[in-house]
């Protein structure tokens, strides 16, 4: 397959496109059965990229609360997104950019704007085709130098606000060839009390898909077990799709399976049999098999990690719990993730954290349950505990020694206290006089230098590392001085930044202000995340090597 030597893409195929609608109800999984596809088209030796439409009227997701949407992910350029794009980097092992999150807000700013600059030279600005085109204009971009695109439109079919992307793609479809292009259509096939799969919900969305102009390509019926081929008939009949365009998406035990179900229910190969791509891909024997064996391997063990947070949802750390799961996958463990409610009062007292191997402290924003993370903190701190501490977990460590090893009883961040009399944690000083909210923070990857000879060479193995940041606040520099004097080490700096802190009498106690998780991946675990489970495994000691090397 003649390729480009640089990015795989053969140029010789040109742009395909498999656009993924969801139908019936949200939270189905279509960005989970995407993103599989995706993955087997790249073991299959195409270069895949992706783009989620988001139809909310925010021009990002970084103003959103995590309990209603889950986590906000960090892209590379500092775009803040939906968490469905940290899903297609981690399946792809491709870096995304701010430019393949579509939302109805950066849609409508952008011809807005022009609008106001006379671009539109007098003529009435409408959804079609003004807004539609832009539509258009950002899919194709984003897929240029790609072999396959997939497109997932977030929300589900009928929905008003994403009405204006389904007519973008059925223009789209009428401006390219037919076997450009594929429509793919994920919807729920419940159980009736009698134990019967049933079709009319499907039957229902694909109408309404139908209504608008689109007529689906491919069906994916989600269940809990897999579809009946008698279903699967009937499916096909009412829905107007071949039988074999009719597959199964059945739970799992974890989403990292979704690929072998994906393949063993042959939709890749009907993808690319339909998109005039059979032909070019590897032959089966030279496909890449280093996800399937990675996620079938026979664990040796478990270990329990405490995640204590304020957000009672697991969509909020996804990222985190996926970093923890990855670095499982590199030790050959089952992480098991006990939650930690930081918002009680009495987080030591709680058995999840008590009897837990090791300690996380994520990212977040605000006040409330601050004294928990603090409270745990102290305790990993006191009890020799592995910790690790993301963003906040950084910053409130920094909080908790300068409290109880400094002796400033009143310390805090600026953030939570702006009377603190020791504000440790204050604010940077290019954010003290932002306004607007919504991409203002230090935001995307930014190189920090490693100090030789600390913690974070060692897990790093290297004196440098670029990580995604999202944050206003840092450690003062006023107090760098005082630190130095405990066994508290900076040991990772941007400028006057401070990025990276450890303990040196500790076994693995590390702290990030960025946010390694963004860039963890199942075939390729984040190094603080492996580091900590090490150290739970009893592979490294830190405090110990710092006596040796004494």
Not at 135 to 140: E, G
Not at 209 to 222: A, F, K
Request: hydrophobic share 35%; proline share 5%.
């Amino acid at each position: 397959m003649p390729t480009d030597s640089d990015t795989g893409y053969d140029p010789t195929l040109g742009n395909k496109f498999v656009f993924v609608t969801g139908g019936v109800m949200s939270g189905l999984g279509k960005g989970i059965t995407a993103a599989s596809t995706g993955r087997l088209l790249k073991n299959a030796g195409f270069d895949v990229t992706a783009v989620k439409i988001d139809p909310y009227l925010n021009v990002d997701a970084g103003t959103m609360n995590p309990f209603q949407h889950g986590e906000v992910y960090v892209l590379k350029d500092g775009g803040e997104v939906d968490l469905d794009l940290g899903n297609y980097e981690r399946f792809l092992d491709e870096d995304m950019t701010f430019d393949h999150n579509v939302t109805t807000g950066k849609t409508y700013r952008h011809v807005i704007e022009k609008e106001r600059a006379g671009d539109y030279l007098g003529k009435t600005v409408q959804i079609i085709p003004h807004i539609t085109d832009d539509i258009k204009r950002r899919i194709r971009e984003a897929a240029e130098g790609t072999d396959v695109c997939i497109v997932e439109v977030g929300g589900t079919v009928g929905d008003i606000e994403g009405m204006p992307y389904l007519e973008a793609l059925r223009q789209f479809a009428h401006e390219q060839d037919d076997n450009d292009i594929l429509f793919t259509h994920v919807t729920l096939v419940p159980y009736s009390k009698n134990g019967e799969q049933k079709t009319k919900p499907t039957q229902h969305s694909v109408k309404e898909l139908r209504s608008i102009g689109l007529q689906p390509d491919i069906l994916v019926g989600r269940c809990e077990d897999r579809l009946h081929p008698d279903v699967k008939e009937k499916i096909a009949l009412f829905c107007d799709v071949p039988t074999e365009a009719v597959f199964s998406n059945p739970d799992v035990e974890d989403i990292y399976h979704v690929p072998l179900m994906v393949e063993e229910e042959g939709l890749d190969e009907y993808v690319m049999e339909e998109l005039g791509l059979a032909e070019r891909a590897l032959p089966e024997d030279e496909r890449d098999n280093t996800w399937r064996n990675l996620v079938t391997q026979e664990t040796t063990g478990e270990v329990d990690i405490a995640l204590v947070g304020k957000y009672d949802l697991e969509d909020a750390y996804m990222s985190v719990n996926e970093a923890l799961k990855h670095a499982g996958l590199e030790k050959n463990v089952d992480v098991n993730v006990r939650w930690v409610d930081s918002d009680k009062d009495d987080v030591t007292e709680s058995a999840n954290l008590t009897e837990a191997d090791g300690v996380v402290v994520p990212g977040g924003f605000g006040a409330r349950g601050t004294e928990g993370k603090i409270e745990a903190i102290r305790y990993a701190r006191e009890n020799d505990v592995p910790f690790l501490g993301l963003c906040l977990g950084f910053q409130m460590a920094v909080v908790e020694h300068a409290r109880n090893v400094l002796g400033y009883g009143e310390a805090h961040s600026a953030e939570m206290d702006e009377e603190t009399p020791n504000p440790v944690i204050d604010i940077l000083p290019e954010q003290e006089h932002t306004e607007d909210m919504g991409g203002t923070m230090r935001l995307g990857a930014h190189k920090t230098d490693i100090t030789p000879g600390t913690l974070a060479e060692d897990i790093y193995e290297s004196t440098v590392c670029t990580e995604r940041h999202r944050h206003r606040y840092e450690v003062n520099p006023e107090y760098f001085e005082d630190f130095a004097e405990t066994s508290m080490v900076f040991s990772g700096r941007a400028g006057r930044r401070m990025e990276i802190l450890e303990l040196d009498d500790h076994p693995y106690f590390i702290g990030t202000q960025f946010h390694p998780e963004f860039r963890s991946r199942p075939t390729r675990a984040s190094p603080p995340f492996v580091g900590l489970l090490e150290a739970v495994l009893g592979e490294r000691d830190w405090a110990d090597q710092q006596e040796i090397e004494v």
